[in-house]
């Protein structure tokens, strides 16, 4: 084409950009610190006064911001092509700063123009490395576009300077002015003043500038230094101070604590301690399955500090020495709990400053609070753990912050930290349970629920303290052994009803099993269900072919061809349907005798294409047939959950032989089922928690209830799940002990 166009943005681009983008007051001014930071400055001074000056004509009153730094200062060139550019690369391709090296903090070019939200005019005063002075002003309401017949483009705006060689000592001094407001009371009629400046954006800054940097990386030899500073604003209830700004410091007195370094490879290298008792040092590693070169986020440093909030919890805390870091007071209870209140938070830093809103303490980019819902016994929420978590450069990770400074792009490499950081959390909170369980502190343990209900409906405790009772009254023994009797037969009259309780619990068991498998059946069902839509379609022109060339025979056979695989297709679906019924029956099966080796490969094909798309092999081994007196849908449990944890864990290895095993046979009259698999396996520190109703060392949280119904559910049968020390994988063995005359 040979006619063209340009581009030409509004005037009020920049606000669109700056103060529509960037809503905090505060969030405005820590743009500023960070591009001190940038300019190699090794300090940056925020002041906040009541002046009088005439910028419109009239001398007024202003909350004037000044941002000053000692850097390296700007040469009226790289005002020209730099500052005056919005969204400029300077910084990108730049990379880092001219002296000291700094990485970049500032590199969308915008973050500037955020300061239109502290006020309406800006006088900016800097001095490079040579001398060159130069002084801009901008007033930002020639930016907004008013009157729709007047409207003003980018380019029209004209910004006057002042440049001249100085004394002046290098650096940068950002001046921003907004008025005093005076209004009327509505009810005194009285003129009131007012600034836009709250005592919650006071409380707001000074929590900012304190998080801004991460109490992890101190450099010695490259400081930055931040003061904060009131003056004259006394009327407006803010009182004359100077504030050094040191990070929120480390807690040193915890009860757990991880730390260590994450590759790019997914290789941890951790070092997990427990305060609660000594000798509790451990070093961890692993290796997280990341997947493609893409999904890599770079290397991650951790450093996450965890804590029981129990009443004897805290109390441990305070026992060992619990301070206000910033005081140097020893703590009570509620104190203590308010101080964690104000460190807690997981946040990320990068280049020693910290990403929002990671770390603020209501969001909860980790979803814990919802994974401790499902799971309270083993999960932490996020009022438990305060964390620092140090990640790479946005190219060696491509974790890329968003324009608006709201946290990180949510792409794959993103998915990938949030993976790194539960797998992490999750290995924390499986030592964790085993302390508390073995300590008793906190929740108390889950009981077997069939044990529970079975002591619910038991009567002999009952019986023999009243009977106690009543003996030591003095009480005809007639009278008490009535008694006894009435107590019995109570409980006899009660053993229906205990006897549905049970049915119902064993159905709600099979219902458990059979929500976990929805998901596998839509996917095994719905290629059987494509290939004969598709198959229907091409039978049905056959079809009408067919009734015209009746002696056709090679569309005969197509016909017969095209039914047999719908036949089969069909079946498919059949069969899979037949294994779930025995889920859905709504009371308890009656015993039967089954073939176990025919048991077993019949509810292992239920997971034949999972198996296959996770390179998983599986081999059955009977040594003959094995038939017993049970119920099949309880081994239906057994299996799926067995199964599906081996496939969970299969897929986090990179092994390029992954299998599961069955091995059935006899032994001393009582048939055993060895279960194995080549995964990671299971920790030997958790041998006594994996049948614990709750307790789950997968990442995202499971709900650890798999293993605790297949315990119930071989129960039944007469029989036991044990797990067995294995130096590859998983061993489970089912060892069942023979026809039960409880049915």
Avoid at 233 to 242: A, H, P, R, S, T
Avoid at 449 to 464: A, C, G, Q, R, W
Avoid at 578 to 595: C, G, I, Q, W, Y
């Amino acid at each position: 084409m040979a006619d063209k166009l340009s581009i030409r943005p509004e005037a009020r681009l920049i606000k669109s950009i700056g103060a529509d983008l960037i809503k905090d007051y505060y969030a405005a001014v820590i743009e500023l610190v960070k591009n001190a930071y940038d300019a190699d400055s090794e300090k940056v001074t925020i002041s906040l006064l009541l002046t009088t000056v005439n910028l419109y004509g009239h001398d007024a009153e202003y909350l004037k911001f000044i941002i000053e730094d000692s850097g390296e200062g700007m040469s009226f060139e790289t005002i020209r092509d730099a500052w005056m550019v919005p969204a400029t690369s300077y910084k990108l391709n730049k990379k880092v700063s001219s002296s000291k090296k700094r990485l970049f903090q500032g590199r969308k070019g915008i973050g500037r123009y955020a300061s239109a939200i502290l006020g309406d005019y800006l006088r900016m005063e800097t001095t490079d490395l040579s001398g060159e002075t130069t002084i801009i002003e901008i007033d930002w309401k020639k930016f907004e576009s008013i009157d729709k017949n007047n409207i003003k483009y980018l380019d029209e705006i004209e910004i006057e300077y002042e440049n001249e060689k100085t004394d002046l000592k290098h650096g940068t001094k950002i001046e921003i002015y907004s008025p005093v407001i005076k209004e009327a009371n509505e009810k005194t009629k009285e003129i009131e003043e007012r600034i836009n400046w709250t005592k919650t954006d006071y409380k707001n800054l000074l929590k900012e500038l304190r998080n801004l940097l991460s109490p992890l990386e101190k450099n010695i030899d490259d400081k930055f230094e931040i003061r904060l500073i009131y003056e004259n604003l006394e009327k407006f209830g803010f009182m004359n101070e100077k504030i050094d700004i040191e990070p929120f410091p480390i807690l040193d007195l915890y009860d757990y604590r991880i730390s260590g370094k994450i590759t790019s490879d997914g290789v941890g290298e951790l070092f997990y301690e427990n305060q609660n008792f000594s000798n509790s040092e451990e070093n961890i590693k692993f290796k997280i399955n990341i997947g493609s070169e893409e999904e890599k986020c770079g290397f991650v440093d951790i450093d996450l500090r965890f804590f029981d909030l129990e009443p004897d919890a805290i109390q441990g805390l305070i026992n060992r020495g619990l301070k206000d870091p910033l005081t140097g007071e020893y703590l009570g209870k509620a104190a203590a709990r308010n101080m964690l209140k104000e460190y807690i938070g997981i946040g990320v830093y990068r280049n020693l400053f910290r990403i929002r809103p990671y770390g603020d303490s209501n969001y909860d980019w980790l979803e814990l609070n919802q994974k401790r819902v499902n799971n309270p016994t083993v999960k932490f929420s996020t009022n438990q753990v305060v964390g620092f978590i140090n990640i790479a450069s946005e190219e060696e990770s491509n974790l890329i912050e968003k324009s608006a400074r709201e946290g990180l792009k949510e792409n794959k490499n993103y998915d990938t930290l949030k993976i790194i950081l539960a797998k992490v959390i999750s290995e924390v909170e499986s030592r964790r349970y085993q302390f508390r369980m073995n300590s008793k502190r906190g929740r108390k343990p889950s009981d077997n629920l069939k044990e529970t209900i079975n002591n619910l409906f038991n009567f002999d405790n009952v019986s023999y303290k009243v009977k106690t009772l009543l003996e030591s009254a003095g009480i005809d023994k007639t009278i008490v052994l009535k008694v006894e009797k009435t107590l019995k037969d109570e409980e006899k009259s009660k053993a229906k009803e205990l006897e549905k309780v049970q049915d119902t619990l064993v159905m709600y068991e099979a219902h458990a099993a059979l929500g976990k498998l929805v998901q596998l059946v839509i996917h095994e069902g719905r290629k059987p269900l494509q290939f004969i839509g598709a198959n229907l379609d091409n039978l049905k022109q056959d079809i009408e072919y067919f009734i015209k060339n009746v002696t056709d025979t090679e569309i005969q056979n197509e016909i017969l061809k095209s039914v047999s695989s719908n036949k089969s297709h069909l079946k498919t679906i059949s069969k899979l349907f037949a294994n779930l019924d025995p889920l859905t029956a709504k009371r308890l099966s009656r015993k039967k005798e089954f073939n176990i080796c025919k048991n077993i490969k019949e509810n292992s094909d239920f997971f034949k294409n999972q198996l296959e798309e996770n390179n998983i092999s599986i081999e059955i081994i009977c040594d003959k047939d094995i038939m017993y007196y049970g119920r099949e849908e309880d081994f239906f449990i057994i299996y799926t959950n067995l199964i599906e944890n081996s496939v969970y864990w299969l897929k986090t290895i990179t092994s390029d032989k992954k299998f599961i095993s069955f091995n059935a046979y006899i032994e001393n009259d009582k048939v055993i089922i060895d279960y194995k698999d080549n995964g990671p396996g299971i920790n030997i520190k958790f041998a006594n928690d994996i049948f614990d109703a709750g307790f789950s060392t997968k990442p995202e949280g499971g709900t650890g209830i798999g293993l605790t119904l297949s315990g119930q559910a071989i129960s039944r049968n007469n029989g036991q799940l044990e797990w067995i020390k294995s130096d590859i994988g998983v061993f489970f063995r089912l060892t069942l002990n023979g026809e039960d005359s409880n049915d």
